[in-house]
């Protein structure tokens, strides 16, 4: 679907989460793996915990998350975008108290014999986890066929009021030919920074699998992770293919 005149179209697909060279130590840590993680990744996941000081990633304390899986790089072009969603389910599956132990999450993403690590700031993943929260609603109302309520979700200042206005029957077009969304998976995030009405805004960019009768789907959803469900926080919307 392509949504003219919406911030959707302003963002590249390229992930902003940064690489990051080898911590001064890590510890191993004993722990369950989340049945959300394995059921991606599968049962081949270690996890450590460390200090780091110096240059080359963040300072601060970390979670590791390491994942080993020799079919990584033939599943996912990109292992960054896997890497934000192994990242996103560790943090929503730990409890409050313990997130703050962490500065950052630590996803190490074990290729055959080459390791590619991407880290996280703890700050970075509760504003993911509040967007995946209004995903959610966003969602339902999707999986409902209410496409009044998807578009009542976007901001004012996201669309003009023809698009707006053309959007509800413009999803239920593309229902028509796809077929209505039955379930929906997050595939990972990014985060973005836009310059609207002279604001700097920071969103979250959340990358979707969607689930039809007949096909998949991928569907791109921009969201401001400082507003709650119940506002309007929906900044884009592109159904990629």
């Known amino acids: 679907m392509q949504l003219k005149n919406t911030l959707a179209f302003l963002f590249g697909l390229t992930l902003l989460v940064s690489c990051s060279s080898a911590p001064e130590h890590t510890e191993p840590l004993k722990r369950a793996v989340p049945e959300e993680v394995t059921a991606f990744f599968g049962e081949d996941i270690t996890y450590g915990k460390g200090h780091h000081t110096s240059t080359g990633e963040p300072k601060g304390t970390y979670l590791e998350v390491a994942v080993h899986d020799e079919k990584l790089g033939q599943q996912y072009g990109d292992l960054s975008l896997p890497a934000s969603n192994c990242a996103y389910l560790s943090y929503k599956n730990l409890p409050a108290t313990e997130r703050q132990q962490y500065d950052y999450f630590k996803i190490t993403m074990q290729d055959g014999s080459t390791p590619h690590s991407y ?4 700050l970075e993943l509760a504003q993911a986890a ?5 995903l959610d609603v966003l969602m339902t109302s999707f999986k409902d066929r209410n496409y009044p309520a998807v578009v009542n979700t976007f901001s004012a200042s996201a669309i003009t009021p023809e698009i707006r206005a053309q959007l509800p029957a413009n999803l239920a077009t593309i229902e028509q030919k796809i077929g209505p ?6 595939e990972g995030y990014a985060p973005t920074q836009v310059l609207l009405a002279g604001k700097k805004l920071r969103l979250i960019r959340l990358f979707v699998t969607l689930s039809h009768p007949k096909k998949a789907s991928r569907m791109l959803v921009v969201i401001d992770p400082e507003l709650q469900s119940k506002d309007k926080f929906l900044y884009g919307l592109n159904i990629l293919n």
């Open 181 to 186: 969304v039955q379930q929906y998976y997050l």
């Open 130 to 134: 509040q967007a995946a929260t209004d």
């Open 119 to 122: 880290t996280f700031p703890r």
